[in-house]
Structures are given as C-alpha cells and as structure tokens.
C-alpha cells in the first residue's frame, strides 16, 4: 500500500499501548515519525506472565518495525517541543505539523526488545532460585503476579504487603473480598495497612511498618510509575498541565488551547481510571480526527471521547481465573478468567497490530 504523499508530517512521542496504535494506522495517510527511548512495543497487561513463563515474551514485546512499515523511526528520548518542532536527547530536531504526546509512565526498560527479553529471563531465575517472595505493592500488579506465581510455584512461601485497607482500591470493594480469598486459598499472605522500608533489609529479612518481620529470599516492587511528563515543564506546554502533571485535553483530546497538538492515554486529565484499553481507545479518537483534519474535512466530522461513566475491570489471578467488575456485576472464577487470563488479549492486540496472532 502506497503512501498518500499529502505533506502532514505527525510526530508521536512515546511507543506504548497507544502510541504505537497511533503510529500504526496513520503510517499510510501522513510522514509519521514515531519517537521512543526503545526499539519495541510491549504488550503492558501482559509483562507479568512473561516473568514466569519468558518465552511468553516473545510474542508479547514487538519491534516497532515489525507494524511501523511506512514511517521514521527515532530511538531517544524528548527533550523540548516548540510550537513547531520536537528536540531528542541525541540533538535531533524533528519538525511537526500534528504532535501526538503518549508517553505514558516513566518505566526504565532496555532499550532493545532482545536486553528486554533477557531481563525477563533474569526475572524469571529470581523467582525459581527463591524459597520465599515478598511482593510491595497491592494494585493490580501485585496481585497479579502473585498470581502468576502461586498459580506456577505453588511451593514458593508468597508474602503481600499492601499500605492500602483492602486490595485493587481502583475497583469495588467486593472484587476486592474475592481477590484476597482468591489468593490466601492459594497461601499467599497478605499484610494490608503496613508498608516495608526496602532500604533496611537485612540478610533477607523485611520490617514493616507495624514493626513485622517478613522472611523473604526476594521482594518486587509494585507500585504505581510515575508519569513521564516532567519534561514537559521546561517546554512551550508547561501551561498545559495540571498540578499533578497531567496534560489537560478537551473532547477531541486536542491539548487545551491548541489546534494540532494532541495527548492520549495515562498523561491525560481525563477523569478516569489509566488503563491500557482506555489508551487504545483515546488513540481510535485521535487517528479519526486526524484523518479528518488532515482531509480538509469539516469540524461537525470530529469524534469526541466520552470516559467511561463507571468502572470496567479484569485482574487476572493465575492462568485460569480472574476477578472481574463490570458495571452492574461483579464475578470471579472462570468465567472471567476465560476471557483474559489464557492468552491476556495477545492474539487480540497483535493483530490489531497488523501482525499474526
């Protein structure tokens, strides 16, 4: 398939969920430039599985070349943006007439999918070489790699310290209920309320901040990132954010105030909960309102993004299992895990993707 040779050059920032969304289906309308400090796409829901199981990275971390056929290509970081043009770390200046800002969290990963693949294997040796496993952090995350490790080392002694009352607080709390008696059948033991100083271990044993102590061979740490948007304050977009760092965005997910600068996923104010296939969806937004713009085509043909009114979660627990809330029900068990838990949405993503399943 040709290029349309129409002169709208659109620069993306960021490689993840959404960005690359972005990249991939406009690859053919416009010069697309796709800016990102690694050389590969991750599948993010679907990381914590390739800690037990690497080779289910393979499928899962994709070189942005592989769906990214028809456009640029630049592995840094950004550093400035002008009304006009992008400034990376390498001292490249990248020229824009749309910018697209997805840069997600700031999550320090190797730069190359095959570094990336080693560390799941590194990770992956972590947990086999270990008796006991003290997992931080009681989000989704946490949870679901205790999961993943109950489910795969049942013989490993598996602790969960969460500072929050009860786990998932992003979801109701009888999801919540179904989760912890998910995991304590499963001999995990969860700790809620208490938070452990990682910087005073000693010979492999953990205090809490009830004064606990926790025997453990390894600890993860899984807490929430931090946003990726620190740079932004030293650029032409530092009135564009609010105080927590996020890129206020009006209906279309333009940046506030401007005509072609647009923000999509987790660095956006939307009032809503940061998920993966949220971030896909603000990209569908984006993608239809660039082709309409770039068109020539009228303002009444721009699409708006509506959040979702209320909350639509799958936490995974193991293989087979999940805790789901939709709107008017929450369940857990296999049902839901049939629909996320085998594959993860991988087949889904990658041929979205334009790749095979």
């Known amino acids: 398939m040709e290029k349309r040779e129409n002169g ?3 620069v993306i920032l960021g490689g993840g969920v959404a960005g690359s969304l972005v990249a991939k289906s406009l690859q053919f309308d416009a010069h697309v430039t796709l800016i990102d400090p690694k050389e ?3 599948i993010p829901w679907a990381n914590l599985r390739a800690m037990v199981e690497p080779t289910f990275a ?11 056929t028809n456009g640029d290509i630049v ?8 009304e006009t043009e992008v400034l990376t770390a390498d001292g490249c200046q990248i020229a824009y007439d749309y910018l697209v800002i997805a840069t997600g969290h700031a999550d320090p990963v190797p730069k190359t999918r095959s570094e990336r693949l080693d560390q799941y294997k590194a990770e992956n040796q972590k947990i086999k070489s270990a008796n006991s496993i003290l997992i931080v952090g009681g989000g989704p995350t946490g949870v679901e790699l205790a999961g993943e490790i109950a489910v795969d080392f049942p013989e490993k002694k598996i602790t969960l310290v969460h500072k929050g009352s009860r786990l998932l607080e992003f979801i109701g709390a009888k999801a919540a209920d179904k989760t912890l008696n998910w995991l304590e059948s499963r001999n995990v033991e969860v700790k809620l309320e208490q938070s452990v100083d990682l910087n005073s271990v000693t010979d492999g044993y953990y205090q809490t901040s009830h004064g606990e102590t926790i025997d453990a061979d390894c600890h993860f740490l899984c807490i929430g990132k931090p946003l990726a948007s620190g740079w932004l304050r030293e650029t032409v977009l530092k009135n564009d954010m609010d105080s927590q760092g996020r890129i206020k965005v ?7 105030g401007r005509s072609n600068i647009f923000a999509i996923g987790d660095i956006t104010d939307i009032p809503e909960i940061k998920q993966g296939f949220l971030a896909q969806k603000h990209a569908e937004v984006v993608v239809k309102n660039l082709k309409v713009i770039m068109e020539g085509g009228r303002e009444c043909r721009l699409v708006t993004y509506k959040p979702l009114s209320s909350v639509l979660a799958i936490v995974s627990l193991g293989r087979k299992d999940a805790v789901a809330q939709f709107p008017f029900l929450t369940i857990s068990g296999r049902i839901p895990g049939f629909i996320k838990s085998g594959d993860l949405f991988v087949g889904k993503t990658r041929k979205q993707m334009g790749l095979t399943s």
């Open 250 to 256: 009006d209906e279309l997910l333009r940046v506030k």
């Open 8 to 10: 709208n050059r659109v």
């Open 75 to 82: 592995t840094s970081s950004v550093v400035n943006v002008t």
């Open 40 to 42: 590969y796409f991750e």
């Open 58 to 68: 393979e499928r899962t971390l994709i070189n942005h070349r592989d769906y990214l």
